[in-house]
């Protein structure tokens, strides 16, 4: 007796709530937060959208569980680390985790039910602090400091048109129309800073970050 051939539906994998926040963050990606729905996470899923509530109880649920899961993305200052390099290295893995997924910043302060990989990340940051000698509100203060300027970084960076148009481009039109003698301190900057060769606006957030870890080393200690 011959076989039914499988369907493209029979070689999916079985849904499962990893299945379900892998498709929904992909989602994201593509085309923000707009783009997802219940409804569009099914279809992609090929299943029904009342598939997806037994394993994620409502729309809260599947956005507390995508931001534990992009989370899990950033790297935790070590427990024996340097609180600088420690959190060095965590900001920038933080940066790179939202140039990924731009859409994660607005959610990761809104959430009122933190999963588990978010709360071992506060509390991994937070003791990167206290082991080093910060107070309680000074640790609380870097804290705050130190992510405000990565998240606003990574929201101006992100905004900016570099990916359709070169920075050489965009340089260079803007000076065919600005009046040197009228701006003289933005011609410079743009002929002497951003349009030598190499120049990465990037590169501006670990310079910014170096900046702020800095400053936090020379206070360590104050309350």
Known sequence: MVKPAKTSADKRPPLSRDRVLH???AVADEGGMDALSMRRLAHRLGVEAMSIYYHLENKDALLDGMIDRVMAEIELPEPDEEWQPGNRR???SLHNM???HPWAAPLMESRT???PVALRYYDAVLGSFRTA????PMAAHAF???????YGFGLQEFSLPFDEVPIEEIGQAILQTLPPDEYPYLTEMII???????YDYSAEFEWGL????????QRLGES
């Open 113 to 115: 039910n933190p999963g």
């Open 144 to 150: 705050a400091a130190i992510d405000a300027y990565v």
């Open 23 to 25: 498709e929904a963050i």
């Open 90 to 92: 965590r900001a920038v």
């Open 192 to 198: 002497d800073h951003a349009l030598q060769p190499g």
């Open 98 to 100: 939202l140039a990924r």
């Open 133 to 136: 000698g910060f107070s309680v």
């Open 210 to 217: 170096d900046l702020i870890l800095d400053a936090f080393e």
